[in-house]
């Protein structure tokens, strides 16, 4: 009698069905909401079985930290389910000492997944003592990112939280059809590395509505991605949106077709910026938009840095690289922290163009700030201040 009637009870708790979707609640696979025992291995194995459901599937995590101690990795290679949702209400918190994840590239990782939908929850990887090890200029681990989506398509990260990752927040590698809609991400102005968004040879990725202020890149835009749009998104502290580095590579897969609309920028060092290696490439950036953005003293609010080399090594003969064409700025305004507001910086071989300006109006304490150009080309409209060097 009591194995009769405890088997359909557990198969009960494990799961339950809901309007064609079976929920796996990663409570009934031993995770702990306390923050102190490890739930990586529950977390697991609610994958195993949402992936091998041939139904749609939901993993969900109720309201508490679950530690997850060491990197996981969710792959969708041998996965049955046509749709994965997490939904997660509660944390998911790294341990506190680095060296856990410090050595894993990525802490929550995502691997051929198809469909998949991450929604709500924070991700916490406390990466704290691994900033303080940097700055103590002890030899530390690299740190791993937070979250990482890898060779995966349809992918909906929604309203999720981002705190205090190690290296990058959010990595999306050779992806297509990423949406990212109220993501929040918060580190302090001096972690380091910590961008916020970084995309790698992806194509189709939207960001919406969502706050990034960190150390480093609020998104940076790495080579070989195309068809990004980023919309209503809010960045400060960090170093504002990026498209770049590019060039570091001889053979560089190129950046093309890239939409920024209604950003603002508080108190970041860049508003829009790219930025190429002065070394030898057949990168290329490409059809880009930068349109309505506030700039609040922002100490770069347009750049284009085609000379980057820190302290001027592995630059040899700082050649020209990537090739910069077919650029828009349209309707860009608010206030520089520097008094130079727009700044073109690209170089003889392969000079900027195709660069068009229209409706910026930056000011510099008050008094008109001031735009610089060298071998940049386009043409200028609308009202323009500073007054256009191109
Ligand atoms: C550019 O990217 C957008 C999505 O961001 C897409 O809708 C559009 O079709 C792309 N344009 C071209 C010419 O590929």
Redesign the pocket.
């Known amino acids: 009698m009591v194995t009769k009637l405890f088997v359909p009870v557990c198969i009960f708790l494990l799961f339950h069905y809901s309007q064609g979707k079976v929920t796996y609640n990663v409570l009934s696979f031993g995770a702990k909401a306390n923050g102190r025992l490890d739930s990586r291995s529950a977390f697991l194995k609610a994958w195993g079985l949402a992936c091998a459901s041939r139904n749609p599937a939901i993993i969900y995590v109720p309201v508490g930290r679950y530690l997850i101690g060491s990197a996981i990795t969710f792959s969708g290679q041998a996965c049955k389910s046509k749709a994965i949702t997490m939904k997660i209400d509660g944390t998911l918190v790294a341990p506190s000492t680095y060296n856990a994840i410090g050595n894993a590239q990525v802490w929550i990782k995502f691997y051929r997944t198809n469909r998949v939908t991450i929604s709500g929850g924070t991700l916490d990887a406390q990466g704290s003592s691994l900033w303080a090890c940097k700055s103590s200029r002890k030899t530390c681990p690299k740190g791993s990112t937070t979250l990482g989506i890898y060779h995966s398509q349809n992918t909906v990260i929604s309203n999720l939280r981002s705190l205090n990752s190690q290296m990058f927040h959010i990595l999306v590698y050779a992806c297509t059809n990423v949406k990212l809609n109220g993501v929040s991400i918060s580190a302090p102005d001096l972690s380091p590395n910590t961008d916020g968004i970084h995309l790698l040879y992806s194509k189709?990725?939207?960001i919406w509505n969502s706050k990034i202020s960190t150390g480093d890149d609020c998104i940076s835009i790495g080579p070989g991605n195309?068809?990004?749009?980023i919309e209503k998104v809010v960045c400060g502290p960090g170093h504002g949106i990026s498209i770049g580095s590019l060039g570091w590579n001889a053979k560089e897969a190129g950046v093309?077709?890239?939409?920024v609309k209604t950003a603002t920028f508080i108190g970041s060092d860049n508003g829009f910026r790219i930025k190429t290696w002065a070394r030898r490439s057949n990168g290329f950036v490409k059809?880009v938009r930068f349109q309505h953005a506030r700039m609040v003293n922002v100490k770069n609010p347009i750049l284009i840095d085609a000379n980057y080399c820190p302290n001027n090594k592995n630059c040899p003969n700082q050649v020209s690289g990537v090739k910069i064409s077919n650029v828009v700025y349209e309707d860009v305004h608010g206030t520089s922290a520097t008094r130079v507001a727009v700044k073109f910086d690209c170089k003889r071989g392969k000079p900027c163009t195709g660069i068009r300006l229209k409706d910026v109006n930056l000011k510099y304490g008050g008094q008109p700030a001031v735009s610089s150009c060298s071998f940049a080309a386009g043409t200028a409209s609308g009202l323009l201040q500073p007054t256009s060097c191109l």
Do not use: E, P
Request: net charge negative; proline share 0%; no cysteine.
């Open positions: 189709g990725v939207t195309s068809n990004v749009w093309q077709n890239v939409t059809d």
